[in-house]
């Protein structure tokens, strides 16, 4: 079944360690996306990509990084620089272009609690 | 993007039609309003969007008044499964640039048995 792909579900991580979180679409969305969300609130944007090896800084992008060197695959790295990284990380893709509906796609999340 | 206001949360009793609304009284024109849901610790769910005209699926339907500014996202048998928060989304499409969706804290509705 086409969908997105997120891995680990649950991530415990040391302070000062760098994780990486895993997005993978098999839905040949060209768009990607990283949101994180803190409880109770609603989602914000890390970093978003149109193209492969090309991606675009969001509203929080400080403290993270990620590429995009394949279509299907959209990594994040919360490094050691994010100083509060608890969180919920969601990843999503959409078509672009002129087919393109708005409709963005979720996967299931990645918990990541820093101890 | 046009901002949006939701009421923080509400109650709905199962089997009954669960009214969610939304003011977005700044949308302009080309701006279109989307309807997501997201389950406790799951990704959102697109429900549906629409311009101006209603619009129905197998989900919801979405009433969008004559002026624009408001919308309710209806859904019409409630059951427990739709617990959930409800985010109301307005914007232009296509996509250009830095213009990925942007989710506020929705409505979190809570279906009664």
């Known amino acids: 079944d086409g969908g997105i792909t997120q891995s680990p579900k649950y991530l415990f991580r040391k302070e000062g360690q760098n994780v990486t979180l895993s997005c993978e679409q098999n839905l040949n969305h060209d768009a990607m996306y990283w949101y994180r969300q803190d409880p109770g609130q609603g989602l914000r944007l890390i970093y978003y990509?149109?193209?492969?090896?090309?991606?675009q800084k969001g509203d929080i992008a400080e403290g993270y990084s990620v590429s995009r060197e394949k279509k299907e695959s959209f990594p994040l790295t919360v490094t050691s620089a994010q100083k509060n990284p608890t969180a919920f990380y969601l990843c999503?893709?959409?078509?672009?272009?002129?087919?393109?509906?708005?409709?963005?796609?979720f996967g299931e999340g990645s918990r990541l609690t820093v101890l | 993007d046009a901002k949006t206001t939701q009421p923080p949360s509400m109650d709905c009793a199962e089997g009954r039609a669960a009214n969610l609304p939304c003011n977005h009284s700044?949308?302009?024109?080309?701006?279109?309003v989307y309807w997501y849901r997201q389950i406790h610790s799951q990704g959102p769910q697109y429900i549906i969007h629409?311009?101006?005209n209603n619009e129905t699926n197998e989900m919801a339907s979405l009433i969008i008044t004559e002026d624009r500014k408001s919308s309710t996202l209806i859904l019409p048998h409630a059951t427990l499964r739709d617990t959930a928060v409800y985010y109301c989304?307005?914007?232009?499409?296509?996509?250009?640039?830095?213009?990925?969706?942007?989710f506020g804290s929705g409505t979190r509705l809570q279906v009664q048995p």
């Open positions: 989304i307005v914007r232009v499409v296509p996509y250009t640039g830095r213009r990925a969706l942007t």
């Open positions: 990509s149109q193209i492969v090896n090309d991606f």
């Open positions: 700044t949308i302009s024109g080309n701006e279109y």
């Open positions: 999503a893709s959409s078509i672009t272009g002129t087919a393109n509906t708005g409709e963005l796609f």
């Open positions: 629409g311009l101006k």
